[in-house]
């Protein structure tokens, strides 16, 4: 362990994913950085994922860790004893099932330490529990490298332009402790977004690396990919952000929730239900709601021209016209993007 560079706290929360977790830990014990602590919070695992990190960790003598095993609180609470244990100067998070590219570590430490910075991103592909990718990282969203206003990541983040994933990202733990954030107990969407854009706002720098950092595994039967109203967790925290900005001030970033964020937080919404198969007639009362409609219909800022963006303006435009035709077509869509991640 080279003790020369600052230490770095990578925090796994793990729910069930005995499939996966190995191959999450292999990519974190594969790091070109030396200078780590590995901390796993088993979410109350009722499969093996607790025995596999225990051996897996206990085999190697590369990283010292730490194994908290606790009762299911859902993945906010997790990651917030993950922030609670850590000693790093810096901490990243990364989830269960996803993987880290051998370098990532490396890459976002020295970003931050050679630009003096509190955050540093880079983006994440999405592929399958095999490695396929089904979208390149810059196919999702765009990524300007180089150090960056904090406060302009903050507006390109919201209007979507690009993506900081917990994944992609390294956060500089005294920002967290002085402002004591925290990711919202019991929210099932939209925490991660929550906890980023609040971390931006006590921010002053941040650098962005125009390449890709993370894998995220597009898993069939993962928590986010269940047809469930709780989906609409997202759409509530975003109505919490709205309200963190107007307490701060933050007029210019309450006007973008107002008439994009929330919006598309309910499009997203919409759409997660229609692409994971929520029942048609269910879906069709909700998605002629006038609240809902009305929401969606009222973005008023583009997508990002990347090819994941295309793809959701065009459902937009489908959804204004013909609700039961965008459904059809998101549904065919998640039927298709689950094939392709079998293979």
Not at 157 to 185: E, G, M, P, Y
Not at 199 to 209: D, E, I, N, P, Q
Not at 276 to 286: D, T
Request: a positive charge; charged letters at 25%.
């Amino acid at each position: 362990m080279n003790s020369d560079k600052p230490l770095v706290s990578v925090v796994i929360p793990a729910y069930n994913v005995e499939k996966f977790i190995p191959k999450t830990l292999e990519s974190v014990l594969k790091q070109t950085y030396e200078n780590l602590e590995i901390i796993v919070v088993n979410d109350g695992s009722v499969d093996k994922t607790g025995a596999i990190v225990e051996k897996i960790l206990g085999n190697q003598n590369r990283f010292p860790y730490k194994i908290i095993h606790k009762k299911n609180e859902g993945v906010s609470v997790a990651r917030n004893v993950g922030i609670e244990n850590a000693k790093g100067k810096y901490i990243k998070f990364l989830d269960g099932d996803d993987w880290l590219v051998p370098d990532a570590i490396e890459v976002l430490v020295e970003a931050c330490e050679r630009n003096d910075c509190e955050i540093a991103f880079g983006g994440q592909d999405v592929v399958t529990p095999n490695g396929k990718v089904l979208y390149r990282y810059d196919e999702t969203y765009v990524y300007e490298e180089g150090l960056k206003d904090a406060k302009k990541i903050t507006k390109d983040f919201l209007l979507s332009r690009t993506h900081i994933s917990l994944n992609s990202s390294i956060f500089l733990k005294s920002v967290i402790d002085t402002n004591q954030l925290r990711f919202t107990k019991g929210a099932l969407f939209g925490e991660d977004n929550e906890f980023i854009s609040k971390f931006l706002h006590f921010s002053k720098w941040a650098y962005v690396l125009d390449r890709s950092i993370a894998a995220a595994v597009f898993r069939q039967n993962s928590t986010t990919k269940k047809a469930t109203l709780a989906t609409f967790h997202g759409v509530a925290s975003m109505k919490r952000l709205k309200r963190f900005f107007e307490v701060n001030n933050r007029e210019e970033f309450v006007k973008i929730l107002d008439e994009f964020v929330i919006p598309n937080a309910y499009a997203w919404t919409i759409g997660n239900l229609a692409f994971n198969g929520y029942p048609f007639l269910k879906w069709i009362r909700l998605g002629r709601d006038k609240n809902i409609r009305s929401q969606i219909l009222k973005v008023k800022y583009k997508q990002n021209l990347t090819k994941m963006g295309k793809q959701l303006s065009f459902v937009k435009i489908t959804y204004s016209l013909f609700p039961e035709l965008a459904y059809v077509l998101l549904r065919l869509a998640g039927i298709v993007f689950r094939l392709k991640s079998r293979k």
